[in-house]
């Protein structure tokens, strides 16, 4: 079934339509180069010094690995039985309500997607300036200008280049989907030969027997694990304040916490699922580009851990400068120039995740236009096939992320700044958690709702894969709400910012023509026939 989009066409036009030109090779390369960016070279820093060990370290990335794989084989039920652009958002919306898909939508385009091509962008001008110097985020083009006493508007030489990377991949990803195919092949390539080089290097070249006895010998030996407070004053009444080293409950908590960065590390597998109306099979190849995809990711992410352990000792990494444990291992094994090889790792890793970050999240923005919760031009297609309007739409918001700046004034009047993007893309993280277990929660309801449904593939080990995936995030979340309060409750304000918009899309943007349901069903037609039986 061809995924096609009528867009205002004249009299004997040709409707214009999504090219279906990805493969699974391609959609495997699409998942791994989405998922690969900058996190897994820093968050090992930060993981041990939660879990305390080198064994936390890599249960915190298996764990990860588990719940990854699990969401992946979970979601291809769903991509199989949509196939149609949008992913997540239709599984939600079929699953549930336009409303659940409007609400994940709205976030997805107000902070997860673009506060993470921001977050990613700002990694690939700050890494290119380690090879450049001159690209340094205190050389400014407009000094911060302050917007209030908390915020800041500004645009150094380092914002400059982050905000010409995504300029430049958003005008490539206008002239098609073969074109922004090539580049993601290309540099997925690219970032798993560099990781393999990586995990090779500090394995066989980097390996020294301080590091591996003092790490693989004493796997589970708690050393400086950072105490974890409760995340508000009011609860430490009630909630402990744990070490990884408090019996397994601190442990539990310890690893939980963990998760939050290598989960974030590992994320983005499931943009492949936005781009199925240009998969050539999509109904098959979905489904498998995201298992394949994470399997290779998260094996590449282990390993590379275990190459850090290999190299360095515990402290080293968990006091590595400015978190960079992939800078201090090379550091120690060529000295100062081995930064220099990290960087270029780095500089590919980020340009190709970005590539494929702004070429799926077009895809969602078009498909809620497409139903009438977005503005009406971002649902259409420009003559290469292409969403346009959504990729520029998502380029501007994404650079104005990068160029306001959260502003701190200290006792003694200094003024420092930081990023807003990255305030927010804390904020919602537990937001993301919950949307992943309300659309993996969503098999069941369609399992009962569309029990006749063409199902291509169905959940592996249903349905216990998917409600371990529940339940181990329902506990990720709760520690969470604990343990990481300062950075949950301002995630459900901004999703639930989204309900009186979508309340004010529905009354104040109606439909000129048939409304947004009625569109798909005229142009999905199987899906309308699976909605009657």
């Excluded at 249960?59 to 990860?64: D, G």
């Excluded at 009438?372 to 990729?391: E, I």
Aim: net charge positive; hydrophobic share 50%.
């Amino acid at each position: 079934m061809r995924d096609t989009t009528t867009v205002g066409e004249s009299s004997g036009s040709k409707p214009r339509e999504f090219v279906r030109a990805l493969s699974l090779f391609d959609g495997t390369m699409f998942v791994v180069g989405s998922m690969i960016g900058s996190g897994v070279f820093i968050v090992a820093a930060d993981i041990t010094r939660q879990t305390g060990s080198a064994g936390g370290l890599l249960l915190t990335f298996l764990i990860t690995g588990i719940l990854t794989v699990a969401a992946a084989v979970s979601y291809g039920e769903l991509a199989g039985l949509f196939p149609h652009a949008g992913g997540q958002y239709v599984y939600l919306r079929e699953a549930y309500s336009p409303f659940w898909g409007f609400l994940y939508g709205w976030t997805l385009f107000l902070v997860i997607q673009t506060g993470t091509i921001a977050a990613v962008a700002i990694g690939f001008a700050r890494y290119l300036g380690v090879l450049l110097p001159a690209i340094s985020p205190t050389s400014w083009i407009v000094p911060p200008v302050a917007l209030s006493s908390g915020y800041a508007v500004s645009l150094s030489l380092q914002q400059f280049v982050a905000a010409v990377m995504i300029a430049v991949l958003t005008a490539i990803n206008m002239q098609g989907v073969r074109l922004g195919k090539l580049i993601q092949n290309a540099f997925s390539i690219a970032k798993i030969a560099t990781l393999i080089g990586i995990i090779l290097i500090g394995i066989f070249v980097g390996g020294n027997a301080a590091a591996i006895s003092g790490n693989f010998g004493h796997l589970w030996m708690i050393r400086g694990a950072q105490p974890i407070a409760p995340g508000a004053d009011f609860l430490r009444a009630f909630v402990p304040t744990v070490t990884a080293s408090a019996g397994g409950f601190g442990l539990l908590v310890a690893l939980g916490v963990g998760q939050a960065g290598s989960l974030f590390t590992a994320d983005a597998w499931n943009n492949i699922g936005f781009t199925a109306a240009e998969m050539r099979e999509p109904k098959r190849d979905v489904a498998r580009s995201m298992i394949w995809g994470t399997i290779v990711t998260i094996t590449l992410f282990c390993l590379i851990n275990v190459a850090y352990l290999f190299t360095l000792s515990l402290v080293q990494i968990q006091a590595a400068p400015d978190d960079r444990v992939a800078s201090a291992m090379f550091h120690a094994i060529w000295g100062p120039s081995g930064a220099g090889i990290v960087a270029v790792g780095i500089v590919i890793a980020t340009f190709g995740c970005n590539n494929g970050m702004l070429l799926s999240g077009a895809r969602v923005y078009y498909a809620m236009a497409r139903d009438g919760l977005f503005f009406g031009s971002v649902g259409t297609l420009n003559d290469k096939g292409v969403p346009a309007v959504a990729l520029v739409l998502q380029g501007i918001w994404t650079v104005v992320l990068v160029m306001i700046r959260t502003r701190q004034v200290s006792a003694s009047g200094i003024v420092t700044f930081g990023n807003i993007y990255s305030d927010l893309l804390d904020y919602v993280v537990f937001a993301v958690l919950i949307f992943y277990v309300l659309t993996i929660a969503g098999i069941f309801v369609l399992r009962r709702t569309r029990p006749q449904a063409e199902r291509p593939f169905r959940v592996i080990g249903y349905p216990f894969v998917p409600l371990i995936y529940i339940a181990a995030t329902l506990l990720l979340m709760g520690i969470f709400l604990f343990y990481k309060t300062a950075t949950t409750w301002p995630g459900l304000v901004i999703v639930s910012l989204g309900i009186p918009v979508y309340r004010l899309w529905r009354i104040s943007l109606p439909s000129s023509g048939p409304s947004g349901r009625d569109r798909r069903l005229a142009e999905e037609p199987a899906l309308g026939r699976r909605q009657v039986e």
